[in-house]
């Protein structure tokens, strides 16, 4: 792994923003409030939510530093950071959003295993780099492989850092060759996020971001591609990360009985207020973001203040108070939209936001019926209360 260490203790650290609420120390997992998550379309890296399995690797050469692919290919490769920077730069505008997002509410129904998270484990950047079907066009496997051609071959990307769960292993993941290879997937090795080089957090000098899948593909920190004849057999593509009916738990779980979880489905949250708030009565503004997944955008959001018994349909924006002009009809392909609707309250109520996809894709009403062992995807419709009083105002 020339160019890059990883650390197996905690003694380097990168210096994180104060504001982030930290869910686990060692290895650093940690959130944004949920009011900053909505005051910017684009996330601010130092408040980009931090998912790691393992101290965070250096960068001591990054002249040294290459990407070795091989695997099911004539010759492998040594792939530079001169070479990456050669293929033309895409800017990608996508959100980043782990699979145990809104986990913490679904501990409530019963316990589940996997590190707390409220609503805001994601963020929106604007990724820059290479497209990865360009990189593997240097390797000489052309662009829009279909499925009828590649099978089961899957692309794999195997990081440095030391991950508890694989033994002090890598951390690794793959995603099918078919969808490596169009250009169209978007599938970045970015060296840039919001316009700067990645920070150590996020994956320096380079990482993987798959558009419209769950965070845990996207690889930080990555030293090897590997093209194979199947999935990963790695910890966190075979045993995390897929999601069970509510009737599995770990007595009777067999994880070879269920697929990698790949896309992520339609998701929306409330950021304006906590789970529970005090409000003055009168009009409210509820604002909010909206996701799904597989480069399926945000249709529709509605918002009740009577328990799910009315609905009001909620308005998109950029920057608060500034509507949403699209002036493409892709622009949040793989983006998050934020969502405002004012209401008026005038006692105490439950508040619910649920989002519809362009698919028609709605999300489940209650998150008892989504409830599985790990905590993954929880999408149900979001809800919060408020109290009408005085204090706190
Ligand atoms: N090498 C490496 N890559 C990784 C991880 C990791 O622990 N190690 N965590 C994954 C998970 S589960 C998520 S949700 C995202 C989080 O990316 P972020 O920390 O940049 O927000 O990175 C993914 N890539
Ligand atoms: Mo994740």
């Known amino acids: 792994m020339p160019g890059l260490t990883a650390p197996s203790d905690y003694c380097r650290e990168p210096l994180r923003h104060p504001c982030l609420k930290i869910n686990s120390k060692e290895p650093f997992n940690a959130e944004p409030p949920r009011s900053a998550l909505i005051s910017s379309y684009v996330t601010p890296v130092d408040l980009f939510y931090k998912r790691n399995h393992g101290p965070i690797p250096l960068v001591d050469d990054i002249d040294r530093y290459c990407v070795t692919i091989r695997g099911l290919i004539e010759n492998s490769k040594d792939l530079f950071m001169e070479d ?20 913490t509410a679904m501990c409530k129904t019963k316990t589940v295993r996997g590190v707390g998270w409220d609503v805001s484990a994601l963020g929106n950047a604007i990724w820059g780099g290479a497209k ?11 662009k829009n492989t279909s499925v009828t051609k590649s099978g089961r071959k899957h692309v794999e990307f195997v990081s440095i850092d030391k991950c508890k769960e694989e033994k002090g292993g890598p951390y690794k993941a793959s995603i099918a060759l078919s969808q490596a290879t169009n250009p169209d997937a978007d599938v970045l090795l970015a060296y840039e996020m919001n316009g700067e080089p990645l920070n150590r957090d996020h994956g320096y000098p380079l990482r993987v971001v798959v558009p419209g899948v769950i965070g845990a593909r996207s690889v930080k920190w990555l030293d090897a591609i590997n093209i194979i004849a199947e999935e990963c057999q790695g910890f966190f593509m075979q045993k995390d990360y897929k999601m069970f009916p509510p009737s599995v738990d770990w007595d009777n779980i067999n994880w070879d009985s269920r697929r990698p979880l790949i896309d992520f489905p339609v998701q929306c949250a409330i950021c304006s207020l906590e789970d529970v708030d005090v409000i003055k009565p009168g009009k409210i503004k509820i604002t909010g973001y909206a996701v799904s997944g597989g480069g399926r955008g945000i249709e529709r959001v509605d918002v009740s203040v009577d328990g799910g018994k009315n609905w009001l349909e909620a308005s998109r924006y950029q920057q608060t108070g500034i509507p949403y002009i699209a002036d493409d009809m892709n622009c949040d392909k ?23 996809d362009s698919a028609a894709n709605v999300q489940p009403e209650n998150v008892e019926t989504i409830w599985n062992l790990r905590g993954v995807l929880n999408t149900s419709w979001h809800r919060v209360h408020v109290q009408i009083g005085h204090s706190n105002m």
Request: aromatic share 8%.
């Open 334 to 356: 793989w983006a998050w939209v934020l969502f405002e609707v004012i209401v008026d309250v005038s006692h105490n109520a439950q508040i619910i936001a649920k989002a519809v």
């Open 132 to 142: 990865l079907a360009d990189v593997l066009e240097l390797v000489g496997i052309p």
């Open 84 to 103: 990456v920077r050669k293929l033309p730069k895409y800017n990608v505008t996508a959100t980043l959003q782990c699979a145990g997002n809104r986990r």
